[in-house]
C-alpha cells in the first residue's frame, strides 16, 4: 500500500502537503552554520569519560548490550555535524566507533560506524543510529575519515 492510499482523501492539494511535509522532515529544516559561527561555538572541556558516556547512551539502544562490541577509533576531537537526516545538526567532541550488536534475527552483522557528539557528560548528536541507518551510516562514515579513521 502506498502512502498515498494511506493518506485521508489524498486530492492533489493534500499530496503535495505530504510531500511537502516528508521533504522537509528529511531535508533537515536547520539552516546551516557559516564558518564564523561554527568557530564561535562552545564545546566544553575535552571529555576524558568518553568511552563511558557512550556505552551507557548505547546501553538502552542495544540489542544485547552484554555481547554488544563497542571498538573507539579516534579520539575526540571539537567537530560540527556536518550532515543529519531527521534532527538538527549538532556539535561537540566527536569520536568514531564502530559498533556490533546482534540483529533482530541473532545475527552479528558486519560492525557498522556510529560518530557520537559529546558536550558535558552526555551524547548530543549522533551519525549512524537506527534512525538514519543507510544515509546516517554513510555520513558516519564521512564523519570517521574526517576524525582520522577510514571505515571499512
Request: proline residues 8%; neutral net charge.
Amino acid at each position: 500500500m502506498s502512502w498515498e492510499r494511506r493518506l485521508p482523501r489524498a486530492d492533489a492539494l493534500g499530496r503535495t502537503a505530504a510531500v511537502a511535509l516528508v521533504a522537509a522532515a528529511f531535508g533537515g529544516c536547520a539552516a546551516e552554520l557559516t564558518r564564523e559561527q561554527v568557530a564561535a561555538l562552545d564545546y566544553g572541556p575535552r571529555p576524558e569519560n568518553y568511552a563511558q558516556i557512550v556505552r551507557d547512551f548505547l546501553r538502552p539502544k542495544l540489542i544485547e548490550p552484554e555481547f554488544a562490541r563497542i571498538e573507539f577509533k579516534t579520539e575526540p576531537r571539537p567537530m560540527y555535524q556536518a550532515q543529519a537526516l531527521l534532527r538538527e545538526r549538532g556539535y561537540g567532541w566527536a569520536v568514531c566507533a564502530l559498533v556490533t550488536d546482534k540483529d533482530r534475527r541473532g545475527a552479528y552483522p558486519d560492525p557498522y560506524p556510529m560518530v557520537f557528539y559529546l558536550r558535558g557528560d552526555k551524547v548530543v548528536a549522533v551519525n549512524g543510529d537506527a534512525l538514519e541507518r543507510a544515509a546516517g551510516a554513510e555520513y558516519a562514515a564521512q564523519q570517521c575519515k574526517i576524525l582520522g579513521y577510514d571505515p571499512p
